[in-house]
């Protein structure tokens, strides 16, 4: 089964969608399954998890009706309040339902860097583990300490790193160096922890008309320090539509993967994803 570890599909007009530009003419508007399904039959791609997009949980509740209605999606990402213990028992509802595997704040929007480490949300972690719901890690360079802090604080708690944690493409040669600075923690991460990877959403942290050859230092690195059997890939559809079509997009990614055996190329395009979510 060839699966697609990441993607989206909103409605600008439910009104949740806080981080979305009023006025951009590739991401303000409805995509839905039909829009998408072309492009999964040209790329092979079997089964999809649909991810949150937006902080609430009437988001996650559209989302599970469209999975409902749409064979091509496996499972659901979804979202609780992590600063709210009372949304336990909404966590409890949403995780009855059969597509509902995880769960994914949106910690790269949220100002404090350390917000994860707040003792108020750690319920939430907690919970994660006892109803084995999986936990997407979404943030920047800056967080991977703290990613690291939560990963071995919960060592059961199932993580997956996503958009291999928006490396700054666009920055690679500047003074703050962020090649290596962000190498060094994914490393750690990969090295110290189980946690799993989303090859995804790195074409939109690089420049427009970027190239494979911008892309391969930072997938080498996932590729080498998490290895085929903890990397998915994902396409971060519609968000990498900023930089490119779908194809364009899976296309770059088979290339970088090109190098690996047959195995490790399915496992990275379908295996791992479905082992990781659990998919059926």
Known sequence: MRVDSHQHFWQPARGDYGWMPPDDATLSRQYTPGDLAPFLTAASIDRTVLVQAAPTVEETEYMLGIADATPSVAAVVGWIDFEDRLQLKQLERLSRHP???????????IPDVDWMLRPDVQWAYEALVDLDLTFDALGFSRHLANF???????????VVVDH???PQIRDHGTE????????????????????FCKL??????????????????????????????RVMWGSDWPVSRLRGEYG?????AEKLCAYLSDSDRAAIFGGTATRFYRLT
């Open 164 to 166: 291999c944690m928006k």
């Open 99 to 109: 597509k509902l595997v995880g769960v994914r704040p949106m910690i790269q929007d």
């Open 148 to 158: 690291l802090t939560i990963i071995k604080r919960y060592p059961t708690l199932r």
């Open 248 to 252: 364009d997009w899976h296309s770059a």
């Open 176 to 195: 703050k160096d962020e090649l290596a600075f962000w190498s060094e923690g994914m490393r750690r991460i990969a090295g110290e922890t189980g946690a």
């Open 200 to 229: 995804s959403g790195i074409v939109t942290e690089a420049e427009p008309g970027w190239t494979v050859a911008d892309l391969e230092p930072y997938a080498r690195v996932v590729l080498d320090a998490f290895a085929a059997d």
